[in-house]
């Protein structure tokens, strides 16, 4: 890790010398699925860790630790491991610091697989969680049980777009000892740098804002060289869902435009909300951007920029909201983010439709809520997509 270099220059070239891969300057693709040794007393010793060499790629490939090394960097980490989805990671690393009998502390909004895991924890395992706001200490304290393990936090939330204070999570959970987990899915370590604040593990949808352009489903986590080591022994190996070497570098090549396409993302962003706001069929726009958001404070304390997400409710319900979409011309229909595309999104019979009603109308999520990812485009063709579709 060259820590002496700045955000954008380690996108580009941490976790990848060329000299050790015969001056290729793109990183090479090692499509192996194991590797041999030389004798068998070295394949002895490569499996006592004597010697560092790699055995077979679900324990380690070239490739995938180049990514590794690079989010370890740019996450300001120890460590990093990829993963073969979002969902893999997550559930790696939830698996590996929880055991029967423990409690989960989560942000009130979680992605709904996410959610999906936690009951399955519950339902099969009786690991215990609750789902809250996580907006004041008071509140935090006195949801804490001697058998809190984790908190487990997802900011901006999913699809609200509400923020959480991380200063304040990591302030309660280091007098209890609980592990925080932050997924940094919507803000990528350019946004915000969860472990700066004290987290201890940070994860991605690497499928998102990372990959960029809509063709790799991904994860990755970054952490303590500790912390990351016993979940590569242990949930890593032993459930294996491990990322591929080819979709490894299409993320290590992404990376190298984040923070250019972050910039656009978020510029754009700001442009559409300006103009979403004052139409007459939008009845509430989210984005921790907007000085009347009441995540407006805690934005400027964490993040660089607000992000490129934005949601909205449009008067009426999930007819209305179902109407305007189906009248989008430009962008498109689908339930991911971050990509080039500008996508739009109805969480509440899409991305959140396994969360019960009632626990949705408790996250704030209306049928006339709509998500949209927004993209790399001329903000201008975003903007008279949208308008179009709502004076259609
Ligand atoms: C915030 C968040 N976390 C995790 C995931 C799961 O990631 P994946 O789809 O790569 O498994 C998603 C997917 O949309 C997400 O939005």
């Known amino acids: 890790m060259t820590d002496n270099h700045r955000f954008e220059t380690r996108t580009i070239h941490d976790g990848y010398e060329d000299k050790s891969h015969h001056n290729s300057l793109a990183a090479p693709i090692y499509q192996t699925s194991t590797f041999t040794f030389e004798t068998a007393e070295a394949g002895e010793r490569r499996f006592a860790g004597e010697d560092p060499g790699y055995i077979y790629s679900r324990l380690g490939n070239p490739t995938v630790r180049m990514l590794e090394e690079r989010i370890a960097s740019l996450e300001n980490a120890e460590a990093g491991l990829a993963f073969g989805s979002g969902m893999a990671a997550v559930s790696a690393v939830l698996l590996n610091l929880v055991k029967s009998g423990d ?6 909004g979680v992605y709904g697989c996410t959610f999906g895991l936690l009951k399955m924890l519950e339902e099969k395992f009786s690991i215990d ?3 809250l706001p996580l907006d004041s200490v008071e509140q935090i304290r006195s949801a804490i049980r001697p058998t809190t393990t984790v908190i ?8 609200t777009l509400k923020l959480i204070d991380l200063e304040m999570i990591v302030s309660v959970a280091k007098e209890y000892g609980i592990q925080v987990v932050v997924d940094n899915t919507f803000s990528t370590p350019y946004l915000q740098r969860p472990l700066e604040f004290g987290c201890d593990i940070v994860l991605h949808s690497a499928t998102k804002y990372i990959g960029g352009h809509g063709d790799v489903v991904a994860g990755l986590v970054a952490g303590s060289k500790d912390a990351m080591t016993s979940i590569a022994k242990s949930t890593q190996k032993d459930i294996g869902g491990i990322l591929s070497p080819f979709d490894a570098w299409l993320l290590l090549r992404g990376l190298k435009t ?3 396409r972050m910039d656009r993302h978020c510029s754009n962003a700001r442009s559409i909300v300006e103009n979403l706001s004052s139409h007459p069929r939008v009845k509430k726009v989210m984005y921790p951007g907007t000085e009347t958001s009441p995540s407006h404070a805690i934005a400027k304390k964490q993040m660089k920029y607000p992000g490129g997400l934005i949601s909205f409710e449009l008067n009426g319900g999930k007819q209305e909201a179902q109407e305007f979409m189906n009248k989008l011309k430009m962008i498109k229909i689908a339930v991911s983010l971050g990509d080039a595309e500008t996508l739009i999104q109805h969480p509440s019979t899409m991305t959140h439709a396994v969360v019960p009603e009632d626990e949705r109308r408790r996250m704030g999520i209306s049928d006339s809520l709509i998500r949209i990812s927004i993209g790399l485009e001329a903000w201008e063709d975003i903007w008279e997509d949208v308008l179009q579709a709502l004076e259609a």
């Open 152 to 159: 487990y936090i997802e900011t901006p939330i999913n699809p």
């Open 103 to 108: 409690h989960i502390l989560c942000s009130e």
């Open 129 to 131: 969680h609750d789902l």
């Open 258 to 260: 984040l923070p250019l």
